[in-house]
């Protein structure tokens, strides 16, 4: 008897079920501002993000989920939102730079990038995160100084699936 | 917002399809979305949704369906969010950002 139950008890398997997992990996973009741009005052008549000139530059990132879906479209200022009250034009200057990113092969997109009046357009041809900053200047008129108050401008970055 | 290629679903109401979409909020900033449909060349296109413009809390998902005439179809092409941002007493730059989504299919 010890026996046949020792012999049994080899054959004794456990209960075992395959429970599949399955997930789907579809395209997805997600922009994030990572930083906040700031306008410096470097001279009356000159507001600037960029460093030198006291500002901050903007940074935002994209994340995207699969390679080749999204291209990124980031378009520099040319007004302000808000400001007060101007009498006299404003000259705008702006750029948008690759300045981080999560892969290797990412770098080509500073190189690749096209330039279209106010906006630059990335080819998101690799799957992970991208940073981005833009640099913005508005010169008043005639070399005028800016009048006292706030002023802010909006940076649109568009993820627009290909 | 999700799905990149949504897929047009027939309605309730003849003439009109409808597109079921997923926005989640990844900007903590940002509390508004306004939903806008362009054809190829940025030009407005109606529709109509329970929100045109919708109050998202950070990291919230909320599902939404547009509604297009189907005669508009093949016009339709870029189907976006944009943040709405608030006004700041700093001077400083704001971020806008806007996701679009492809209703002419994927490509090939």
């Known amino acids: ?19 599949p997992i399955t997930g789907t990996v579809e395209a997805k973009c997600v922009i994030q501002t990572t930083k906040d ?90 799957a992970g995160s991208t940073w981005f900053s833009t640099a913005s200047s508005a010169t008043y008129g005639s070399s005028k100084p800016f009048v006292g108050g706030v002023y802010t401008a909006l940076v649109q970055a568009s993820c627009i699936a290909k | 917002m999700t799905p990149a290629y949504p897929v047009v679903k027939p309605s309730h109401v003849a003439g009109v399809v409808k597109v079921e979409m997923s926005l989640l909020n990844s900007r903590e900033e940002i509390e508004w979305y306004q939903i806008e449909l362009f054809d190829l060349n940025w030009t407005n296109i109606p529709f109509a949704s329970s929100y045109r413009i919708i109050n998202i809390g950070y990291k919230e998902r909320k599902s939404f369906d547009v509604y ?27 971020v806008s950002s806007r996701i679009c989504s492809r209703l002419d299919g994927e490509p090939a």
């Open chain 1, 1 to 19: 008897m010890k026996y046949l139950v020792t012999a049994l008890s080899l054959f004794a398997l456990p209960a075992l079920a395959n429970v």
């Open chain 2, 68 to 94: 297009i005439r189907k005669s508009d179809m093949d016009e339709a092409v870029y189907l976006c969010t944009t943040s709405k941002v608030r006004k700041t007493s700093k001077s400083r730059t704001l």
């Open chain 1, 37 to 126: 741009g700031v306008y410096g005052n470097p001279i009356a008549s000159k507001l600037s993000t960029t460093p030198a000139d006291g500002g901050v530059l903007p940074v935002i990132r994209f994340d995207v989920s699969l390679a080749d879906s999204y291209t990124a479209n980031i378009t520099h200022p040319t007004s302000f939102s808000t400001s007060p009250t101007l009498n006299d034009t404003v000259a705008w200057t702006g750029s948008t730079s690759v300045t981080q990113t999560s892969v290797a092969g990412m770098s080509a997109y500073e190189a690749a990038k096209v330039v279209v009046e106010n906006t630059t357009i990335f080819d998101l041809t690799l």
